[in-house]
C-alpha cells in the first residue's frame, strides 16, 4: 500500500508514503567479536556475513559491509583468529611486480602497473581490524570457511570430515578450533598457518553433536548431543575423560543445545570457581551448573518455558546469560563464599526484548568506553540475536538498560529514478520496479491550505490545555465503527506533508487521497544455479534506461524497454567486457546524466564503463587492501568518491583517509562541445576519458555512515556516526565555512536520536535542501537558516520553569517557596495576579524563541521504521516504511505464553 500525504506550500514538503515493498527479515544464526572487540560478525539465514563497527557506546554501533552470501550454505558458527604475518609475500608481491613492469613494453601498461603499486602501498595504513583479523564460518555445507573480507568472498575452503557443523570454539589463544559435527564426533583444527589444518577427532557422540567449548586452560574439551550426555574430553589425546548423563527418572529424550566450560583444573585466574564449572542449556529448559572434575550437578535452574538454545559468559567468567526458545534472556551470577567450593551460583536478572526464539549470544571483550568520565571507561555488552532479525545490545554493568539495533540494512536497498518516478528495490536475488503514484493538483493544493492555516494558528502559540480537553471530548463519543473508518481513510491515503521550517507547530502533517496508485512492473529473477551469492548491490539510471547489479563473482547491466502507454518494462541483458563482467563489485553509481556507471571492483579498480559503447571509459587503481563501501558522483559527474570500510576511531585507523577522491573527464563529451569529432580532444589524441585519484577528504574521528555530493558539484556532504553533519570543499581542499561554524551544532540538535544517519539526499531546484533519513527518522535540513542552539535559552525555560512552581504552578511540595514568592511581591507592591501571568508569559516567549532557533530543520519520526527516503524533484519526496507488525507476521509462531488476565 501506499500511502501519500500531501501538504505543498511555500515551505511544504509532499511525501510519497511508500508501504508496498516486501521486506523480509533474516534470522541472526551466529555473532562473533574479533579479539581486540572493534569488529562484530552477524551470519544471517540467507548466508550473507555482516561486519559490524563496536563503539564504546551501543548508539554508535553500525554495519560497516556486507560479506554476500548463499542460502544453500549458511553458517550456524563463527569466530575470529590472529592474522597470520605475510610482510614476505606481500614483498614477494611487489618485487614481481616491479620484475613484469620492467620487462613490459607497452609504456601505458607500465605506467598502469606502477600506479597500481603506488596506489597499493598507500593503501597498507588503511588496514584497520578487518585485515589483523581473519573470519571463519562453519554450517550445514560441511565446509569450513575462511573468509577474504578485501575481496568479498571464500579465501580457502576445507572439508570438516564430519558433515554439517553445529557449534564451533575456539582455545583461548584462538590458535585451534573445535567443531561440533553431524557424525556425533568433536573435530580439532589448527588455525595457526596459512589454511586450516586437520589435526584429530574425539570419540563420537551417540547421534549429533550440537555443542562444544574449551576450559580457559585449554585443559578440557566439553561437548554435548542429541543421546543426552555431556562428555568430557582430553583435546592433546581426543579420549573422553567421563560423561554426565542428563536423563532421569522423570525426563528423557534430552537435547544438550548448547555448553560453557568455566575455569579448568589448572586455571588461576579464576580460581574461585574450584575445580572449574561446566554449564549446559537443554531442551526442557533447564540451565544447570556441573562441578567439571568430578561431574557432580551444583546448581539447576529452570527458568525458561522452553529450549535453552544459546550460552554465552562474561569475560571474568562469573556472569552466565542464557536464551533460547522463550525469547528471555537471563543472567546468572556466582557468589563467592569463604572457600572455592562454599560459592554459588544464582538468579541475577531477565530481560524479554525479542519476540521470537533467541539463536545466537555473544560477549565482546572489554572496549574503551569514549566517555569524559574517568569512572565507566571500559565496558563489556552481551549481543543476542534470533528470529526476530534484531541485535539486541546490552551493557552488562547496565543489563536491564538493553538496546535494540535496527534490523534494516544501512545501505539502503534501494534506487529512485526521479525523471521517470520509479522505484527499484532489490532482496537476495531478486530486483523489483514500481512506479509511484499520484496525486490530484486539487487535492494537494487543499491539503496545503488546511496545513497553512494550522501552521498560522501554531505560531500564534500553542493549543491550550482546554483545546487539548475538549478535541479529546470530542474523540470519546466516536463509536468503533467510526474509529475503524477513520484508520481505513488514513491506510487508504497516500502523501504526507512536513514543513521543516516549523518546528514549534503542534502539526505539520496531513494526508490526501492516491489519484492513481502505485503499479508494479517488473520482477526480475536472477540464476539461482549452485555456486551463486546474493546480490550486493543493484542501483537504477537516472533516466530509467539502465539497470546494474553485481555480486561477489560477476557485474550485470541490463538494458530497460518501456512500453509506450508505460504500462509494462522489460529488461535486456547487455553483454559487457570481461575485465567488468567476469570481477565482483561491492558498490555501482550511474552518473548524473547517465552515460557511465563506476564500478568499484573487488579485485581494487574503479571502473568507468560508457554505457553508450558498453565498453570501458577509463580505469584507475584504488588499492586491494580496503573494502569500498560506496560510491558518490557529482552532479556534472566530474568528481568520484569512494568511502572505504573504516575504523571505530582507534589508534591505527585515525590518521588514514577514508574517503578517496578521483578526478573524472570525459573527453567525449568536451570534443562535443567543442565540435570535435567524439573522441577526438584539441590535441587531437583518441582518448575517451581519464580517471585519477587526486585527492582524499580527512578522516574523522567517528566512523562515516553516508556521503554524497551537493548538487553544486564541488562540495561533499558526509555524516558521522555521532550524526554531526560535514561539508567538504573538495577543489579548495578544506571544509567549507558553514561546516566550520554549524556541524557540531547539528550534532546538538539530533543528540537524542537513537538511530545513525544512512542516506543523504538532494533537489537540484532547492540545492541548500538536505533530506537525510535513519531507520526511525527524517528530517529536513536547511543550508540557508541560521543554526542557534541558544544554550541561554535553554537555561532561561529551565529558570523560567522554577519560578512558575514558586510562583503557584507546581504542586503541594512547591508550598513554602510559593509563599515566599507571595511575600516578596507584596512587598513590592506588585499584584500577586500580576506577577503569575508575567512569569507564564516569560515561558511562552522562551518556547517560541527555542523554537525559532532550531528552525533550520524539523526531526519527523511518524515514519518508522524507514528503509528509505529521497527527495525527488521540488517540493516532493519519497519515504519508504517497513511497517514492523507486518513484518512480525511474516515471522514462525512464537512460544505461547500465558499471560496474565487472559
Not at 551444583?298 to 526458545?325: I, Q, R, W, Y
Not at 574521528?701 to 551537493?710: D, E, N, V
Not at 564541488?714 to 558521522?720: A, E, F, K, P, W
Not at 511518524?862 to 525527488?872: E, N
Request: charged share 25%.
Amino acid at each position: 500500500m501506499m500511502k501519500t500525504n500531501s501538504g505543498k506550500n511555500n515551505n511544504g514538503l509532499a511525501l510519497h508514503r511508500c508501504r508496498f515493498v516486501e521486506w523480509q527479515p533474516k534470522t541472526v544464526t551466529a555473532v562473533a567479536f574479533s579479539g581486540d572487540g572493534t569488529l562484530m560478525a552477524v551470519a544471517r539465514d540467507t548466508g550473507d556475513l555482516e561486519l559490524w563497527r563496536v563503539c564504546g557506546a551501543a548508539d554508535e554501533w553500525f554495519c560497516d559491509f556486507v560479506v554476500p552470501g548463499s542460502a544453500q550454505a549458511q553458517s550456524s558458527a563463527l569466530w575470529f583468529a590472529p592474522a597470520v604475518d605475510d610482510d614476505s609475500d606481500s614483498d614477494s608481491d611487489s618485487d614481481s611486480d616491479s620484475h613484469s613492469d620492467r620487462d613490459g613494453d607497452d609504456g601505458r601498461e607500465e605506467e598502469k602497473k606502477q600506479a597500481k603499486k603506488n596506489a597499493v602501498e598507500s593503501n597498507k595504513a588503511v588496514r584497520t581490524a578487518t585485515a589483523r583479523e581473519r573470519l571463519f564460518s562453519a554450517g550445514a555445507n560441511a565446509r569450513l570457511i575462511e573468509w577474504d573480507l578485501d575481496q568479498l568472498m571464500p579465501k580457502n575452503v576445507t572439508d570438516t570430515y564430519g558433515g554439517a557443523v553445529w557449534a564451533a570454539a575456539t582455545s583461548s589463544d584462538r590458535s585451534q578450533v573445535a567443531l561440533a559435527c553431524d557424525d556425533g564426533s568433536v573435530r580439532l583444527f589448527d588455525l595457526s598457518g596459512e589454511e586450516p589444518e586437520y589435526v584429530r577427532a574425539c570419540m563420537k557422540h551417540e547421534g549429533r553433536c550440537l555443542s562444544v567449548a574449551w576450559s580457559s586452560d585449554d585443559e578440557v574439551l566439553v561437548s554435548g548431543g542429541v543421546d543426552g550426555t555431556v562428555r568430557v574430553w582430553n583435546p592433546k589425546s581426543g579420549h573422553n575423560a567421563f560423561r554426565i548423563t542428563m536423563q532421569d527418572h522423570e525426563i528423557d529424550d534430552v537435547l544438550v543445545w548448547d555448553v560453557l566450560a568455566l575455569g579448568g583444573p589448572s586455571s588461576g585466574a579464576n580460581g574461585l570457581l574450584g575445580n572449574g564449572v561446566i554449564v549446559t542449556g537443554d531442551s526442557h529448559g533447564r540451565t544447570q551448573f556441573f562441578d567439571m572434575k568430578l561431574g557432580t550437578l551444583l546448581h539447576s535452574f529452570p527458568n525458561h518455558k522452553a529450549d535453552v538454545m544459546c550460552l554465552a559468559a562474561s569475560n571474568d567468567e562469573f556472569t552466565v546469560f542464557a536464551s533460547g526458545v522463550d525469547a528471555k534472556v537471563i543472567m546468572f551470577k556466582y557468589v563467592p563464599g569463604r572457600t572455592a567450593h562454599t560459592g554459588r551460583w544464582v538468579f541475577s536478572s531477565a530481560v524479554r526484548q525479542h519476540t521470537h526464539d533467541v539463536r545466537a549470544l555473544a560477549v565482546s571483550p572489554r572496549i574503551s568506553a569514549s566517555s569524559d568520565s574517568a569512572k565507566d571507561t571500559v565496558r563489556e555488552f552481551v549481543v543476542s540475536g534470533g528470529f526476530d532479525a534484531r541485535l539486541v545490545v546490552a551493557d552488562i554493568a547496565h543489563f536491564a538498560a538493553s538496546r535494540r539495533l535496527s534490523p534494516l540494512p544501512f545501505r539502503p536497498p534501494v534506487s529512485v529514478s526521479k525523471d521517470k518516478r520509479l522505484l527499484l528495490v532489490y532482496h537476495s536475488r531478486t530486483i523489483q520496479l514500481f512506479r509511484l503514484g499520484s496525486v490530484q493538483q486539487q487535492s494537494i493544493q487543499q491539503a496545503a491550505a488546511q496545513l497553512a492555516a494550522v501552521n498560522n494558528n501554531n505560531a500564534n502559540g500553542s493549543p491550550s490545555k482546554k483545546d487539548n480537553k475538549k478535541k479529546r471530548k470530542g474523540n470519546k463519543g466516536k463509536t468503533a465503527e467510526q474509529r475503524a473508518q477513520h484508520e481505513q481513510q488514513q491506510d487508504a491515503s497516500a502523501a504526507a506533508a512536513a514543513s521543516p521550517s516549523s518546528v514549534g507547530a503542534r502539526r505539520t502533517i496531513t494526508s490526501v487521497a492516491v489519484d492513481k496508485p502505485y503499479e508494479h512492473l517488473l520482477d526480475m529473477a536472477l540464476s539461482r544455479r549452485q555456486g551463486t551469492v546474493n546480490i550486493a548491490c543493484a542501483t537504477l539510471s537516472g533516466d530509467a534506461q539502465w539497470v546494474a547489479c553485481s555480486d561477489s563473482m560477476q557485474v550485470k547491466l541490463f538494458r530497460l524497454t518501456h512500453a509506450d502507454d508505460g504500462s509494462s518494462v522489460a529488461a535486456t541483458k547487455v553483454d559487457l567486457p570481461e575485465d567488468v563482467a567476469d570481477v565482483g563489485a561491492n558498490c555501482l553509481r550511474f552518473s548524473a546524466d547517465s552515460q557511465t556507471l563506476f564500478v568499484a571492483s573487488l579485485e581494487g579498480d574503479l571502473i568507468a564503463l560508457d554505457l553508450a559503447s558498453q565498453t570501458i571509459a577509463a580505469t584507475c587503481p584504488i588499492g586491494t587492501n580496503t573494502v569500498a563501501r560506496d560510491i558518490t558522483v557529482s552532479a556534472r559527474g566530474d568528481w568520484v568518491s569512494v568511502l572505504f570500510a573504516s575504523g571505530c576511531g582507534s589508534e591505527r585507523s585515525r590518521d588514514t583517509h577514508l574517503t578517496h577522491m578521483f578526478k573524472f573527464v570525459n573527453h567525449a563529451n568536451s570534443a562535443a562541445a567543442n565540435g570535435l569529432p567524439n573522441g577526438i580532444t584539441k590535441h587531437k589524441r583518441s582518448v575517451a576519458a581519464t580517471l585519477k585519484r587526486c585527492a582524499n577528504v580527512p578522516s574523522f574521528a567517528k566512523p562515516i555512515t553516508a556521503f554524497a555530493f551537493h548538487p553544486d558539484g564541488s562540495v561533499l556532504v558526509v555524516t558521522l556516526a555521532d550524526n554531526s553533519v560535514w561539508l567538504y570543499d573538495v577543489v579548495r581542499g578544506r571544509f567549507t565555512d558553514w561546516s566550520v561554524e554549524h556541524s557540531n551544532n547539528v550534532q546538538l540538535l539530533f543528540r537524542r536520536l537513537k538511530e545513525r544517519i544512512v542516506s543523504i539526499s538532494f533537489d537540484a531546484a532547492k540545492p541548500n535542501l538536505i533530506m537525510l533519513h535513519g531507520h526511525s527518522f527524517l528530517t529536513v535540513l536547511d543550508l540557508d537558516s541560521p543554526i542557534i542552539v541558544n544554550d541561554s535559552s535553554t537555561s532561561a525555560a529551565v529558570s523560567s520553569k522554577k519560578r512558575k512552581h514558586a510562583a503557584g504552578g507546581g504542586n503541594n511540595r512547591s508550598f513554602h517557596k510559593r509563599q515566599r514568592a507571595m511575600g516578596l511581591a507584596k512587598s513590592a507592591g506588585v499584584q500577586w495576579s500580576a506577577v503569575k501571568y508575567a512569569l507564564t508569559a516569560d515561558k511562552k516567549s522562551v518556547r517560541r524563541e527555542a523554537a525559532r532557533s532550531s528552525g533550520m530543520c524539523k526531526v519527523i519520526t511518524k515514519y518508522s521504521p524507514v528503509l528509505y527516503a529521497s527527495l525527488l524533484g521540488a517540493d516532493e519526496g519519497v519515504v519508504v516504511e517497513i511497517p514492523w507488525l507486518k513484518v512480525i507476521e511474516s515471522l514462525p509462531p512464537t512460544l505461547l505464553r500465558v499471560r496474565y488476565g487472559t
